[in-house]
């Protein structure tokens, strides 16, 4: 048997070296380590067979004379910095499609790009229309037109889309010829949008786009319409001037990402085929701050859960009972304090095990960035800061897990007074995770440690809702140093290296079964109010991710011929 030149590598945030893979290739949902990338598709008997992830063993699918490695990407962030290798057909030096395009072809699409600003624009204002509100499900036709919407624009482009039925909310997939020998990117994105409570806050109505100060006003301009928007804009502008793209480009716009992705989650494995790529090109986060754009490396998983305490069999008049009986409100806020202590640590035994502690390079990076508490606390409308003891902003908000409480109801809410001791209080909490902590491991601990904190005379459930791991993406690859440069051409200024707090759910996931590379391109602004009344989206952000996204995928086939 061969043996595959494995690369040393270094985990960028412990130092510690790791042994990498040398050269990549895809086939049937294997990943296959080949001794040089000459040979990557060659006879496959002659490669070692690896499988980076312990949660899906492959092992019964491959052949005999194989190993198999074990290792847990998106925990070490490991991948080698590889030569450029595709997952695509053998590179065919006499064919003549899939030559990548030249820069006088980039320039008139830039061009073309200026001048369809308005349609582009109206485009987006038709989307945002649309209340695809997923976790309503009062709203289902709504989510559903949603989903018809960017159905429409993609094959009125002329690419092949399938509409995937769910138990939930309809799953887009789309994707442009195969160019062969070049790499093939996944663009991922979601069209459902999160409620608009409270709507009395908002200037416009959350669903009548409109612009104030360059801004586009609606829920889902900036999370995530307006921005996989950019892809699409992209890709459709390209095709429409009759170029032919130098890569394949795939799409998946989901409906359920604001709820956890929990169909796509399932569906994943069986979609892996279809979804095939090097890398998944990812545009639902923020820039590091206005004028600085920025690659995100890193996100945050979450775990969501709710906490409901009961006490007597209906409401009581406070004064007869009070002071006789346990109060489920207060039993609530007790166990819910008990939490956290005042230096912001949260206080679930074994919470923090898994968590990777920062090296002092990466806590050096992060503070040379261009961060201000002050203006910060300013923006959001606090007097201070708050968070665990010995770390920066950035630091809390990237790489430190948290435990929130997302919302609290009980007893009376109505006007004025009512002397009551109510018969329920409950909690919504999340808890966000950073790589390498376990959503499961998280739900035990939990219950076991509100197990020690409820007070005798009320009962507690709890219930598990949806979890995701964090993930980390490695940024020496190809795609990297292509979107660095495409950003740079498109916004004037080259992006920094940041990781951010928020969570998409799917990513890791799609790390792990489609085993690509990841790159997260935020065209957002961090008071784009997302989630929040009055979400805007900066409408020149929108044509610069637009033409970022357009020499990106130059950008890309440039670095392959080049590698
Ligand atoms: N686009 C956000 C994720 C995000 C937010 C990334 C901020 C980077 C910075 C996404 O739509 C989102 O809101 N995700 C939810 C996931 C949850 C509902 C499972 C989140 O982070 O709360
Ligand atoms: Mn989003
Ligand atoms: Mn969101």
Redesign the pocket.
């Known amino acids: 048997m061969q043996s595959g030149r494995m690369l040393r590598s270094r985990n960028r945030e412990t130092g510690d070296r790791l042994a990498g893979r040398a050269h990549c290739h895809f086939h049937a949902r294997q990943l296959i380590l080949a001794p040089s990338p000459q040979q990557v598709s060659a006879e496959i008997g002659d490669f070692f067979v690896i499988r980076q992830c312990n949660l899906r063993p492959h092992a019964r699918r491959l052949p005999r004379r194989t190993e198999i490695q074990h290792f847990w990407r998106g925990c070490f962030n490991l991948i080698a910095p590889t030569p450029f290798t595709t997952r695509t057909e053998p590179v065919n030096s006499n064919s003549s499609t899939g030559s990548p395009s030249n820069v006088q072809d980039l320039d008139a699409l830039v061009q073309v790009l200026h001048q369809q600003r308005a349609t582009m624009l109206d485009d987006l204002v038709q989307w945002l229309k649309i209340p695809s509100i997923s976790s309503d499900s009062s709203k289902l036709a709504e989510v559903q037109a949603g989903c018809q919407w960017v159905t429409d624009k993609l094959r009125n482009a002329g690419l092949d889309v399938n509409v995937i039925q769910t138990q939930r909310h309809p799953i887009v997939i789309a994707h442009t010829p195969p160019v062969p020998g070049a790499p093939v990117v996944l663009v991922y994105g979601?069209y459902d949008v999160?409620p608009v409570e409270p709507l009395e806050d908002w200037i416009s109505g959350p669903f009548e786009p409109t612009e104030r100060d360059g801004n586009l006003y609606a829920r889902g301009a900036t999370?995530?319409k307006g921005q996989v928007l950019t892809h699409v804009q992209s890709v459709c502008q390209w095709l429409a001037s009759g170029q032919t793209l130098p890569l394949q480009i795939k799409f998946i716009i989901e409906g359920e990402?604001?709820?956890?992705?929990e169909s796509l989650e399932q569906m994943l494995p069986d979609l892996a085929e279809q979804l095939a790529c090097d890398c998944v090109v990812i545009s639902?986060?923020?820039q590091y701050a206005d004028g600085q754009p920025a690659i995100?490396y890193g996100?945050?998983g979450?775990a969501?859960f709710e906490l409901a305490v009961s006490g007597p069999n209906q409401d009581l008049h406070s004064g007869s009972f009070g002071g006789a009986v346990m109060n489920p409100a207060i039993a609530l806020c007790k166990m819910l304090a008990g939490l956290v202590d005042d230096q912001g640590v949260i206080q679930i035994p074994g919470y923090y095990d898994d968590v990777q502690p920062l090296s002092d390079q990466q806590r050096q990076q992060w503070n040379d960035l261009p961060n201000d508490d002050a203006s910060f606390a300013a923006v959001i409308g606090v007097d201070e800061l708050f968070g665990e003891t010995g770390y920066s902003t950035d630091e809390r908000r990237w790489a430190r897990p948290t435990f929130d409480i997302n919302g609290i109801t009980s007893g009376h809410q109505g006007e004025g007074v009512k002397t009551i001791i109510p018969a329920v209080a409950s909690a919504k909490l999340?808890f966000?995770l950073v790589p390498n902590q376990c959503p499961k491991a998280l739900s035990a601990a939990l219950r076991q440690r509100l197990g020690e904190l409820a007070p005798k005379g009320v009962r507690w459930e709890l219930e598990d809702d949806?979890g995701?791991p964090g993930m980390l993406a490695d940024i020496e690859t190809p795609f990297a140093r292509a979107a660095s440069s495409a950003i740079e051409a498109a916004f004037d200024t080259a992006p920094v290296l940041i990781r951010?707090?928020?969570?998409?759910?799917i990513v890791a996931r799609f790390q792990q079964v489609l085993d690509c590379d990841c790159l997260?391109l935020?065209w957002?602004l961090s008071d784009d109010n997302?989630?929040s009344p009055n979400e805007k989206f900066r409408i020149a952000d929108y044509y610069r991710g637009i033409e970022a996204s357009a020499r990106l995928w130059h950008q890309i086939a440039a670095e392959h011929q080049q590698g």
């Open positions: 979601h999160q999370d995530d990402e604001e709820v956890g992705s639902d986060s923020s995100t996100l945050r979450i969501t999340s966000r949806h995701a951010e707090g928020g969570s998409i759910p997260l935020g957002g997302t989630h």
